[in-house]
């Protein structure tokens, strides 16, 4: 089945939110799961639909992202007539500040909207890890009649930030507001994932960009939920939004559970992502690994436990990591020790060297860092 969309795909909206990990790189290219960038999974579903126009929208710091992708071969993107095009930041005045928020970055876009021959785009953020059938959202869409259809979700996780919704029996919306104190417990959220008639997508942005609104969830979607029939597409299988430091380490963590995994990376279609050459993982005399993900090509000689190894990473002798996200290439020396650490990609940390976070804030190790 050809799906009848493109897709707009929004790469570094939560680059504040995520401090030390997106100094050096946008939202979506933030490493994930041992061999993934977080733009995986979003790239991963859309192509599985044969969604295969696509337009990524970049704030700053995009080599990474533009390195991970290139010509997007390994998601079959690699097309004459459609594939993956990148767009740089957008200035928008003398000051060169570049777009406020979705409305101006998607007018700036029109004319890869208007040049689309597909009926429906897909606009989406790429900070979440999902596995979903996008085929399913076309069809619910239009058995609803839906004028926008938003993909929700279930989550306890409430903070300032989230978009709580409100539907009636039919699904849909009737109200989209930040959360109150009395919030508590699982609350219906936005996942920031919207499926649109492309025509009427044109004339809203249009005309809210013609006053001066920016805010798309709030000077459309909330504005509008009187007029537009808004529809609430809600996942039912796991999904994880990495907004903070905290949701990136619990994210990986509950990797480490294989109904996770599997849900996640294999529940309606297989995760793509870029193709390296690694040899296997080395295991030597010393090496004692317990319930951790290890990626392709680590050599261990140490304690592994309740950890995420990425590609390359050394363990000396002695070293002991627990509960703790090692990224690519990282180094760890004899006797050293970490607990509840982060470390990013090219980290060295010294023999002996002790770190320490905690679960609800792990500590975090820039990239390249030698401690």
Not at 9 to 38: M, Q
Not at 214 to 233: C, H, N, P, T, W
Request: charged share 25%; hydrophobic share 40%.
């Amino acid at each position: 089945m050809k799906n009848n969309a493109a897709a707009v795909l929004f790469a570094s909206d939560e680059d504040s939110h995520l401090n030390d990990l997106t100094i050096h790189r946008t939202t979506a290219s933030l490493p994930f799961g041992g061999r993934y960038r977080l733009i995986d999974f979003v790239l991963s579903n859309l192509v599985h639909a044969n969604i295969t126009k696509i337009g990524i929208i970049t704030r700053n710091n995009y080599n990474s992202l533009m390195d991970h992708i290139r010509q997007g071969r390994d998601w079959n993107l690699n097309r004459k007539n459609s594939g993956i095009s990148v767009y740089p930041p957008f200035v928008f005045n003398a000051a060169h500040e570049v777009y406020k928020g979705k409305i101006e970055a998607l007018y700036m876009l029109r004319g890869f909207l208007m040049n689309s021959n597909e009926e429906y785009v897909v606009i989406s953020n790429t900070n979440i890890a999902f596995n979903i059938d996008f085929d399913e959202v076309e069809k619910f869409h239009e058995e609803k009649g839906a004028d926008i259809t938003m993909l929700t979700y279930t989550t306890a996780d409430i903070t300032s930030r989230k978009l709580l919704v409100t539907t009636d029996k039919n699904k849909r919306i009737t109200d989209i507001r930040f959360p109150v104190a009395s919030d508590t417990g699982k609350q219906l959220c936005n996942l920031n994932i919207y499926y649109v008639k492309k025509d009427l997508l044109i004339s809203l942005i249009d005309n809210a960009y013609a006053h001066g609104a920016y805010d798309f969830e709030k000077d459309i979607l909330r504005a509008g939920l009187d007029e537009l029939y808004v529809m609430s597409y809600e996942v039912d299988n796991y999904v994880a939004v990495i907004d903070r430091i905290p949701t990136y380490f619990k994210s990986s963590m509950d990797l480490l559970n294989p109904e996770v995994r599997e849900d996640l990376f294999y529940n309606h279609s297989t995760i793509l992502t870029k193709v390296k050459d690694s040899v296997p993982t080395k295991y030597k005399e010393g090496a004692n690994v317990h319930n951790s993900l290890i990626a392709d090509g680590c050599e261990i000689d140490g304690t592994v436990e309740n950890s995420v190894l990425f590609r390359s990473v050394k363990v000396g002798k002695g070293a002991v990591i627990r509960n703790s996200i090692i990224m690519e290439n990282g180094i760890i020396m004899e006797n050293a020790q970490l607990d509840y650490t982060i470390t990013d990609k090219d980290c060295i940390i010294q023999s002996g060297r002790r770190l320490s976070g905690y679960e609800s804030y792990p500590m975090v190790v820039v990239k390249g860092k030698v401690i």
